[in-house]
């Protein structure tokens, strides 16, 4: 049988599936990563032990399933750097590592400020963006920076090592703060302005295009000769189009560790001039799309019931939820564990559970959490409605999977929740891009997608949600001086 393959290459973890030309998943294999953390706020990879686990999983494939074609994604903003040789020069630093504030802001300062960076790229610079990474090698570590002939991003590292052809995609790009995002190319004034040689950045592609071949040697072990390896594309932009989430109107939630929020721009839409949405292509052809990043989604959920719910299982979780009212008499979760991204932007936050009485219990407790959760997203979903409409919301992620939950994001987002039935991230949205290699049209790869759950927003809902919504908002801001004054504290 000839099968489409689909690999995400994560962060802790590597997915592969082999699907069908009918969107039929007919294998599944995965393969962990770990994480190196030398010093706090570091996050790191060895890229070769990204590679070994693509072999181990490509040799997992049984024999009769044929490798046609090979589409690939992968985490964003991560560095890989090559030498002359394509030799990898250090470990990655991933897209989670916080190493880089200064050179986030000496870069912004240099180019004449924020507004005129989002002018470049779109986007502000990120710590965790690509850009200030190859800012703090040039700075941190000269003899590195100076063997550096390419930088590459984790996908395109392994697309190197499959085929030996160098390239990006424009999804990844975009999220590299290098890339001028409604210009689909490189910033040549930035990278001008900055010192920084354009030629140490691979030719860009879309996403759907052929790469290369497989390597003869590994072709001719895997026996897959004629297979092609397209380009691929980012996480949450081939995550998006996994579930059919490429189209204005479309807006996906996903809700695991952490939470995004991906909504489809309209045509010619630039980027968010307040720079709290990220503004980045998608990897389906001719399009982009908003992000909103939440830090601390299920995982505030699971921090509770680790700490103070062990005795209740995941069925009592649900049920007693639902058992309570809208807004949990009085109680507000901010779920900022670990600072905030979107809208706040804020490293300071924390998480914050108030309005405690002697009435309160622990489900009342998990409401809260997992309204504030859902206030946490609506955030960016607020934010999304300002920029393009959205008429429904796949959710996907470990969150979609409570039914409970799914009734909550339908009465404060007031619109249509819709669960995929298959929900594999991006290694189901890599392989539609190695279909779409062969020639598969974009509507023939979205007629893959089914829903196996729909919720419908209930009305009556909206007002209670909105007034809880006020006051979880007003909370942050009253506590924004003290976050900030107890950071100044413990720094000391």
Same mark, same amino acid.
């Given at each position: 049988?000839?099968?489409?393959l689909?690999i995400?290459?994560?962060t802790?973890?590597?997915k592969?599936?082999?699907v069908?030309a009918?969107?039929?998943?007919?294998g599944?294999?995965?393969?962990?990563?770990?994480?190196?953390?030398?010093y706090?706020?570091?996050?790191e990879?060895?890229?070769?032990?990204w590679?070994?686990?693509?072999?181990?999983?490509?040799?997992?494939v049984p024999?009769?399933?044929r490798v046609?074609?090979i589409?690939?994604?992968?985490q964003?903003?991560?560095?890989?750097?090559l030498?002359?040789?394509?030799?990898?020069?250090?470990?990655?630093?991933?897209?989670?590592?916080?190493?880089?504030a200064?050179?986030?802001e000496?870069?912004t300062?240099?180019?004449?400020?924020?507004?005129?960076?989002?002018?470049l790229?779109?986007?502000?610079?990120?710590?965790g963006?690509?850009l200030?990474?190859?800012?703090?090698?040039r700075?941190r570590e000269?003899?590195?920076?100076g063997?550096?002939?390419?930088c590459?991003?984790?996908?395109?590292f392994i697309?190197?090592?499959?085929?030996?052809?160098?390239?990006?995609?424009?999804?990844?790009?975009?999220?590299?703060?290098?890339?001028?995002?409604?210009?689909r190319?490189?910033?040549v004034?930035?990278?001008?302005?900055?010192?920084i040689?354009?030629?140490?950045?691979?030719?860009l592609?879309?996403?759907?295009?052929?790469r290369?071949?497989?390597?003869r040697?590994?072709?001719?072990?895997l026996a897959?000769d004629e297979?092609?390896?397209?380009a691929?594309?980012?996480?949450?932009?081939v995550?998006?189009l996994?579930?059919?989430?490429?189209? $204005?109107?479309?807006?996906?939630?996903?809700?695991?560790?952490?939470?995004?929020v991906?909504?489809?721009?309209?045509?010619?839409t630039?980027?968010?001039k307040?720079?709290?949405?990220?503004?980045?292509?998608?990897?389906?052809?001719?399009?982009?799309?908003?992000?909103?990043?939440?830090?601390?989604a299920?995982?505030?959920?699971?921090?509770?019931?680790?700490?103070?719910?062990?005795?209740?299982?995941?069925?009592?979780?649900?049920?007693?939820?639902?058992?309570?009212?809208?807004?949990?008499?009085g109680l507000?979760?901010?779920?900022y564990?670990?600072?905030e991204?979107?809208p706040?932007?804020?490293?300071?936050?924390?998480?914050?559970?108030f309005?405690?009485?002697?009435?309160?219990?622990?489900?009342?407790v998990?409401?809260?959490?997992?309204?504030?959760?859902?206030?946490?997203?609506?955030?960016?979903f607020?934010l999304l409605?300002?920029?393009?409409?959205?008429?429904r919301?796949l959710?996907?992620?470990?969150?979609a999977k409570?039914?409970?939950?799914?009734?909550?994001?339908a009465?404060?987002?007031?619109?249509?929740?819709?669960?995929?039935?298959?929900? $594999?991230?991006?290694?189901?949205?890599?392989?539609?891009?190695?279909?779409?290699?062969?020639?598969?049209?974009?509507?023939?790869?979205?007629d893959?997608?089914?829903?196996?759950?729909v919720? $419908?927003p209930?009305?009556?809902?909206?007002?209670?949600?909105?007034?809880?919504?006020?006051q979880?908002k007003?909370?942050?801001?009253?506590?924004?001086?003290?976050f900030?004054?107890?950071a100044a504290?413990n720094?000391?």
């Amino acid at each position: 049988m000839k099968v489409y393959l689909g690999i995400d290459v994560g962060t802790t973890g590597i997915k592969a599936l082999a699907v069908d030309a009918l969107g039929k998943v007919v294998g599944s294999f995965s393969h962990p990563l770990s994480l190196l953390a030398p010093y706090p706020a570091w996050a790191e990879q060895d890229p070769e032990s990204w590679w070994e686990g693509v072999l181990t999983l490509l040799r997992a494939v049984p024999k009769e399933l044929r490798v046609e074609r090979i589409g690939l994604s992968g985490q964003m903003h991560t560095l890989v750097p090559l030498d002359k040789n394509g030799r990898v020069l250090r470990n990655a630093i991933l897209w989670c590592d916080q190493r880089t504030a200064v050179e986030c802001e000496a870069a912004t300062q240099k180019l004449g400020g924020e507004e005129k960076v989002i002018g470049l790229t779109g986007n502000p610079i990120y710590p965790g963006f690509t850009l200030p990474k190859v800012l703090w090698l040039r700075n941190r570590e000269p003899d590195v920076y100076g063997k550096m002939a390419t930088c590459l991003i984790a996908k395109d590292f392994i697309a190197y090592r499959l085929t030996g052809e160098l390239g990006s995609d424009h999804s990844d790009a975009s999220g590299s703060a290098m890339y001028d995002v409604v210009g689909r190319k490189w910033s040549v004034s930035l990278l001008d302005a900055l010192k920084i040689d354009p030629k140490l950045l691979p030719p860009l592609q879309a996403s759907f295009e052929v790469r290369g071949r497989l390597r003869r040697e590994l072709a001719q072990e895997l026996a897959w000769d004629e297979a092609e390896v397209v380009a691929g594309g980012a996480d949450n932009a081939v995550s998006a189009l996994g579930v059919g989430v490429c189209q $204005e109107g479309d807006c996906m939630i996903s809700i695991g560790t952490s939470g995004t929020v991906v909504g489809i721009a309209k045509g010619g839409t630039l980027p968010d001039k307040s720079g709290k949405l990220h503004f980045f292509n998608h990897a389906a052809p001719d399009v982009s799309y908003y992000m909103g990043v939440m830090l601390s989604a299920a995982s505030s959920l699971n921090w509770f019931k680790d700490k103070m719910g062990r005795d209740f299982s995941w069925a009592q979780v649900e049920r007693g939820i639902a058992e309570t009212r809208i807004g949990a008499d009085g109680l507000l979760w901010l779920p900022y564990l670990q600072g905030e991204r979107t809208p706040h932007r804020d490293p300071n936050a924390r998480g914050v559970l108030f309005g405690l009485s002697t009435m309160t219990d622990e489900m009342r407790v998990f409401r809260a959490v997992m309204e504030g959760i859902t206030y946490g997203l609506r955030d960016s979903f607020e934010l999304l409605k300002e920029q393009t409409a959205i008429h429904r919301v796949l959710v996907v992620g470990g969150g979609a999977k409570n039914a409970e939950w799914r009734k909550m994001l339908a009465g404060n987002m007031k619109v249509l929740v819709v669960v995929p039935a298959i929900d $594999e991230g991006g290694a189901y949205g890599a392989a539609m891009l190695a279909a779409m290699g062969g020639g598969a049209d974009l509507t023939t790869v979205k007629d893959w997608v089914r829903e196996s759950a729909v919720t $419908e927003p209930d009305e009556t809902d909206y007002p209670k949600y909105d007034a809880v919504y006020e006051q979880f908002k007003a909370l942050y801001v009253s506590l924004k001086p003290r976050f900030d004054a107890v950071a100044a504290l413990n720094a000391r």
